[in-house]
């Protein structure tokens, strides 16, 4: 078991890159950003992609490198828990704008929207003649899920960056670093769960990693499973197995027994997609007609019919794309 003190941060903070160097993923974006702090002239930034890829930790390691000891005065971080409605940007960022900071020489104070596209348009409409009348002194940062969220007027007054998710060799490596530091014992297995689990999202990956720790003080693929609470890969693979022989039966039985221990109909139908996905044993064109399979029964799941019989009737769906036409005559 874990040894931890009560007062320990988690991992997520403790492992925070705090230069540019230190970031993880997306190297191309990143270089840009190390140019942007070697002149020292940053422009209006808008940075976009999934959670847990570093957009808001490559945001402060740049402010970082731009201020230096004048970091903690002149930056302003807002998220989208605090009130950002109008009143927000006219009277705290204008306030913060209008505040004299003594800066290194040719910088600028930096504004931080942590999750811009939740912002009210009409909050939007306000920032944008601000970003105008305080560009000679503040530069602003948006970090989004997606752009397309944010208004033409303030995307065309920014430098649009995007990241894509993190590649699995890039959260291994930064794994296998935490594993190093933190004395924690894992298989080869646990590691491959964990980043199944976490989609080619970093801080996921390192939270279900110090959860498994915490709780199991080994990281094995069973143990990130029952942490993550997710379907198991092995049983939806034996499930699609199935399926490829045609064998309704068999991938009935590995379906109920992935229902009786509780999972949601969209927790399983998300699991078959990321199985299929990667599974190597499955001809292209069979896995392109059960993605399609999947994606259509998803939709009916989000729809609000997430029952056994729908999961069932995918099953169905699935086995027959393998059973020979004869098998249908009666």
């Not at 040894?3 to 403790?14: A, G, M, Q, R």
């Not at 422009?43 to 970091?71: E, N, R």
């Not at 290194?104 to 009409?122: F, Q, S, Y």
């Not at 199991?216 to 942490?227: H, L, M, P, Q, R």
Request: proline share 4%.
């Amino acid at each position: 078991m874990s040894t931890s003190t009560p007062y320990e941060l988690p991992w997520v903070e403790k492992y925070r890159p705090i230069t540019l160097d230190d970031v993880v993923g997306n190297p191309d974006t990143i270089d840009r950003l190390k140019v942007i702090a070697r002149d020292g002239n940053c422009p209006h930034l808008i940075i976009s992609g999934m959670p847990g890829i570093g957009k808001t930790t490559s945001i402060h390691c740049l402010a970082h490198q731009l201020l230096g000891d004048a970091y903690k005065e002149g930056v302003l971080e807002l998220n989208a828990s605090d009130d950002r409605g109008i009143d927000v940007v006219r009277n705290k960022i204008k306030s913060f704008a209008q505040k004299k900071v003594t800066l290194p020489p040719g910088r600028h104070k930096i504004v931080i929207l942590d999750e811009a596209d939740n912002m009210t348009p009409g909050a939007q409409q306000a920032l944008r003649r601000t970003m105008e009348i305080y560009s000679n002194t503040t530069r602003f940062c948006l970090a989004c899920n997606m752009s397309n969220k944010i208004i033409e007027p303030i995307q065309s007054r920014c430098a649009i960056l995007r990241y894509t998710k993190l590649k699995d060799q890039e959260i291994l490596k930064r794994l296998l670093e935490i594993c190093e530091m933190e004395k924690v014992s894992y298989n080869d297995d646990g590691l491959t769960a964990l980043i199944f689990t976490s989609e080619g999202d970093m801080r996921q990956a390192i939270n279900n990693l110090q959860s498994t720790h915490s709780g199991f003080g080994f990281v094995s693929a069973e143990n990130v499973f029952k942490v993550c609470d997710q379907p198991h890969p092995l049983v939806v693979q034996n499930a699609i197995r199935s399926c490829m022989k045609g064998d309704v039966d068999a991938a009935m039985e590995s379906l109920n027994d992935l229902w009786e221990q509780g999972y949601s109909a969209v927790d399983i139908v998300v699991t078959f997609f990321r199985v299929v996905k990667t599974f190597d044993e499955i001809p292209e064109y069979t896995k392109l007609e059960y993605i399609k399979e999947i994606g259509f029964t998803h939709m009916r799941i989000l729809e609000g019919v997430g029952s056994l019989i729908q999961l069932a009737g995918l099953i169905a769906r699935l086995c027959k794309k393998n059973m020979k036409p004869e098998l249908f005559k009666v």
